[in-house]
């Protein structure tokens, strides 16, 4: 399996410096965060995305994918979203990043990261049949730009299962899936349980640590109680050869420690827990 971590880990930092942290670190690829808040986001222009697709073949890192922050089971029009969608489909496409991250965002529970004007008493199926609607709608661009929409493990559709339920009707090999550990954890799914939800539809797994489910601060990888080990012994005995990527949440937790001081440590652990799961 290759190794990445995501820029959510260092808010900010210009990409020329990413990079030079992947390098040194022994990282495969890196997954940005599209936000305006980064350098690399669906606003900057032409020159700016030709600079940052060189930089990465330069440095010989692989841009992963671009986590944005389209809501697909959110209420509402679907033009807004299919417009977002489909401006983070053409950027993924500039850079040659075969991903992009859409959240559910069926409803809200207070995470930055997820849709704070949805309706927790919305019906699942409506939020479902959103969901599958817009996917479908945007899997034949995201198929014409080389590029897979995966549907994140979080908020309304926090487990393997509840993604598995959006994706089967979809049915479209441009749209699949993202697992991210800490979710499926924090929804009660066992690691196998997930796996053989989204193994169909599996793009890349997002590993992270934390102290409890009362206590979601990033922690160094093996230093927090999620079953790392298990979700890598669960996908290499699954015969799957995909992406891990580290997602260090610094940028809710300003109290954490720096990304970059832990970054080969993480790097060790995740060689260690492939080796033993070999």
């Not at 990079?19 to 032409?46: K, N």
């Not at 809501?71 to 993924?92: K, Y």
């Not at 989204?198 to 979601?216: E, F, N, R």
Request: proline letters at 9%; a negative charge.
């Amino acid at each position: 399996m290759k190794l990445a971590f995501s820029t959510l880990g260092v808010p900010g930092l210009p990409l020329s410096d990413v990079l030079t942290l992947a390098t040194r670190h022994g990282y495969h690829g890196v997954e940005l965060r599209a936000h305006p808040e980064e350098p690399v986001h669906p606003g900057i222009g032409p020159a700016e995305r030709t600079a940052a697709r060189t930089a990465f073949e330069d440095a010989g890192i692989e841009p992963l994918g671009l986590a944005g922050y389209v809501r697909v089971a959110a209420p509402g029009d679907d033009t807004p979203v299919l417009d977002e969608l489909r401006a983070l489909v053409d950027l993924a496409r500039d850079l040659g990043a075969p991903h992009v991250r859409v959240f559910p965002g069926g409803d809200p529970d207070g995470d930055p990261d997820r849709d704070p004007d949805g309706d927790p008493d919305r019906d699942p199926a409506e939020a479902d049949a959103a969901a599958v609607r817009r996917l479908t709608e945007g899997a034949a661009h995201a198929a014409d730009a080389g590029v897979r929409i995966l549907l994140e493990t979080h908020d309304s559709h926090r487990t393997g299962a509840a993604v598995a339920r959006v994706l089967g009707p979809v049915h479209q090999r441009s749209v699949g899936a993202l697992w991210d550990v800490m979710h499926t954890w924090l929804g009660g799914e066992q690691p196998a349980q997930t796996f053989a939800a989204l193994a169909p539809h599996l793009g890349y797994v997002q590993v992270k640590d934390i102290a409890s489910a009362d206590d979601t601060t990033p922690l160094p990888l093996g230093a927090g109680i999620l079953p790392l080990g298990e979700c890598v012994e669960v996908l290499t005995r699954g015969g799957w050869d995909g992406w891990l990527c580290w997602e260090y949440e610094k940028r809710w937790y300003e109290a954490a420690a720096p990304l970059p001081d832990l970054l080969a440590a993480g790097r060790d652990h995740l060689g260690r827990l492939l080796h033993d799961a070999a």
